[in-house]
């Protein structure tokens, strides 16, 4: 039941937090604040939603196979990490 559940959120998860972006990026200065508010809060809760996903998935996983997946995750995570502060460093959108 967990996998399965780790699957939906691994799928949904990034569908809706695009939408979120994609909301979020329309928003004009009439809006309210607290609609921009709302829709930080959904991308902070779908991002956990999808960092919790592998949890889920792995959970009733040999301790090995929990480990290739954390070796996984910090390699993706580092990369993406380090690809945000180099982008940052050198200005680029």
């Not at 939906?8 to 909301?23: G, H, K, S, Y």
């Not at 954390?70 to 940052?88: D, E, P, R």
Request: proline share 2%; aromatic share 16%; glycine share 4%.
């Amino acid at each position: 039941m967990l996998r399965k559940t780790g699957k939906i959120l691994l799928i949904a998860c990034p569908l809706l937090l695009t939408f979120t972006i994609v909301l979020l990026s329309q928003l004009t200065e009439e809006d309210s604040y607290t609609f921009e508010v709302i829709l930080t809060l959904l991308s902070i809760l779908f991002i956990i939603g999808f960092c919790l996903s592998f949890s889920f998935i792995y959970w009733n996983d040999s301790a090995e196979r929990k480990r290739k997946a954390i070796i996984y995750l910090n390699i993706t995570s580092s990369f993406l990490l380090l690809f945000g502060v180099f982008n940052k460093f050198m200005h680029w959108p």
